[in-house]
């Protein structure tokens, strides 16, 4: 994981490692643009009441296949139920749940073959080395065959960078706690994947950890797999999702591309100048709506191109030291939009 | 360097077309599970405690019966001198408790115990349908419990062998005496009638294993049902209700040592631990089926 040089050849999806595409290689994103795809998850009227309290309640959401979808929200909000939902381990009270166009929980053997998931931590029996764990399940995997059960658990290792942790050997027990989330991960890469969910990857990882775990969702994304990912926190989805979903208190309260959600508030861009009094003179005088805000001219993007912004105020001659696109920033959107759901 | 690349290579191979399959060979998952049940470490004690009674009641036998002959304390006074009912007796003693609270802990641990340490949700996603994981678990908890009679029987030829002897002939409870092969098949029997006792309380407890995530509700279940089926065959207003007691068709493993074997009270207590395995099992499937993972 640590040698880019190396991975980089490892790593890359085994369909085309062979040479020969096999019938189960991943939708690719240009395949996928060509050919409409269902989306590799779809819940619809989702309701879960564990005794008397609501967990979830009229969920609606719809993973895209191809997509790494974030699924934000506070400690207790559903997410982990959610994806508990998704997976059949758990059956709703109300509303159906699809899985790779399976319905759930019915479906679940023949859409969890081409699922991996790290759900409410990494699982495994203590006194079983590490590697003998991953054995145990490799060997559950309809996938794998008998004889390449040992060959199948090295590259998993590899993949999450513990093919050379000697603690591997040792009982599951005394792993450390990066070891053993790492190790989740590892199981949930048994096989190449149509669709991956990992509940909060990178709890108990160090930064270096972390950083792994932004680059296996990279590998994973770039090899056509659809990720969904749990997490509350915010930079890890603003740094690896396509999409977003916000989820408080059991209702989903946003959904979109991340880009969508980011200018949440409008399409704008933001210019720094000396002369802002000039650049809305200039502005108005192409009927092009703008304003000023904490000494920044903020122009409207919605009718026009930024390119358009930026040629009328560099014909007026107004100096313009920076200009960027407005983002409302995950955060404040998160909050508000958590915030007003509870 | 270039090997990790290779092997990745090969990996692919390693896995079969999709679509085609949507669970793993059964034969594989149940060597699985053959594998590591032994492996865990409280099921390694228990096997050595389990070996000890045999190798206690043959060291008691032998140091009583050397200063102190004659009548004493029903079977186990029996054994003096005559080795080959050492491992039935050991069976008997061992069924009293010893067997359902070892064979409790291996079902205790075969769902509830999966549960508790997270990997009971691995094996559902690998994908393991839910029926199929009740059966793999159940098959691992009667290998438990066949291994468990086997180390009591075997631990029982050995030490009445050698702390007890007289070990080429059987002296029945009736006064007769079997010859050599005629001991070990009642060695057997006794066996194999125990390996379904076992398994019976085996299946109750896998069925509450199915129900909870605590293998000490497990255990404390069992074996508190266990001693309450005991008093209520012991009181004699409740004699209506011991042909359904599981426990009190345990006493009849001494018609073993009897010439001829009176065949009444093993039947009944073999069907018997029949119909509390079906419900057992039906309970571990219906538990396990319901159960949020």
């Known amino acids: ?342 | 360097m270039s090997e990790p690349v290779q092997r990745a290579s090969r990996r692919t191979l390693a896995v079969t077309p999709a679509g085609d399959r949507h669970a793993a060979p059964l034969a594989r998952l149940l060597r699985v599970e053959l594998r590591t049940e032994p492996r865990r470490p409280r099921t390694l004690v228990a096997l050595v405690v389990l070996a000890l009674v045999p190798v206690v009641i043959g060291l008691g036998v032998s140091v009583s019966s050397a200063d102190r002959p004659g009548p004493g304390l029903g079977l186990i006074t029996a054994v003096s001198g005559n080795g080959m009912m050492l491992p039935i007796t050991a069976l008997g003693v061992a069924l009293r408790l010893l067997l359902p609270l070892c064979v409790c802990i291996a079902a205790a641990d075969a769902l509830a115990g999966e549960a508790a340490h997270g990997t009971l949700r691995g094996l559902l996603l690998a994908p393991v349908s839910r029926i199929r994981l009740v059966w793999i678990k159940a098959f691992g908890v009667l290998a438990v419990a066949v291994l468990q009679v086997a180390v009591v029987t075997g631990a029982g030829l050995l030490a009445g062998l050698i702390l007890v002897g007289g070990g080429d002939q059987l002296l029945t409870l009736s006064g007769s005496s079997v010859g050599l092969g005629a001991a070990l098949a009642r060695v057997a029997l006794a066996a194999g009638w125990t390996v379904l006792q076992v398994a019976a309380v085996g299946a109750v407890a896998l069925a509450i294993s199915a129900f909870t995530d605590h293998p000490l509700v497990v255990l404390a279940t069992v074996l508190g049902g266990a001693i309450v089926f005991g008093l209520l065959g012991a009181i004699p207003a409740m004699d209506w209700l011991r042909p359904v007691l599981l426990t009190s068709g345990w006493a009849s493993l001494s018609d073993v040592l009897r010439d001829p074997v009176p065949g009444d009270g093993l039947t009944h207590s073999a069907l018997l631990a029949g119909v509390y395995l079906v419900i057992g099992m039906t309970g571990a499937i219906v538990g396990t089926l319901r159960r949020e993972a």
Do not use: W
């Open chain 1, 1 to 342: 994981m640590s040698r880019p040089d190396r991975t980089g050849t490892i790593c890359s999806p085994p369909a085309v490692a062979s040479g020969e595409p096999t019938p189960d290689e991943p939708m690719r994103p240009d395949r996928a643009a060509i050919a409409p795809v269902p989306p590799a998850a779809r819940l619809r009227g989702l309701r879960k009441v564990y005794r008397r309290t609501v967990a979830l309640d009229s969920v609606d959401l719809d993973v895209p296949t191809g997509a790494v979808l974030g699924l934000l929200g506070r400690n207790g909000s559903g997410k982990t139920t959610m994806l508990r939902l998704l997976l059949g381990l758990s059956r709703p009270t109300d509303g159906t749940v699809e899985l790779l166009g399976e319905p759930m929980p019915a479906g679940a053997c023949r859409a969890l073959t081409h699922v991996g998931a790290l759900v409410e931590g990494p699982g495994f029996l203590p006194f079983l080395s590490g590697r003998d764990n991953l054995a145990r399940f490799a060997a559950a995997e309809p996938l794998v065959r008998t004889s390449a059960i040992g060959e199948t658990v090295n590259y998993a290792l590899h993949r999450v960078g513990l093919d050379r942790e000697a603690a591997i050997d040792r009982p599951y027990r005394g792993h450390s706690l990066g070891l053993k989330q790492r190790l989740g991960l590892a199981a949930a890469l048994l096989t190449p994947r149509r669709l991956v969910i990992l509940d909060e990857p990178t709890n108990g990882l160090d930064p270096a950890g972390i950083r792994d775990v932004r680059r296996l969702i990279g590998e994973l994304h770039a090899a056509g797999s659809t990720v969904l990912l749990s997490s509350h926190l915010l930079s890890e989805v603003e740094e690896t999702c396509t999409h977003v979903a916000m989820l408080s208190a059991g209702t989903v309260v946003a959904t979109g591309t991340l880009t969508e959600l980011l200018e949440a508030d409008g399409p704008a861009l933001e210019i720094s100048t000396t002369e802002p009094n000039a650049a809305l003179a200039a502005l108005r005088h192409c009927r092009i709506p703008g304003y000023v805000e904490r000494g920044l001219v903020i122009a409207d993007l919605v009718e026009t191109p930024p390119e358009l912004v930026l040629s009328t105020l560099a014909s007026a001659g107004v100096p313009v030291s920076e200009a960027r696109r407005r983002r409302t920033g995950l955060e404040e959107l998160f909050l508000r939009l958590t915030e007003e759901g509870t």
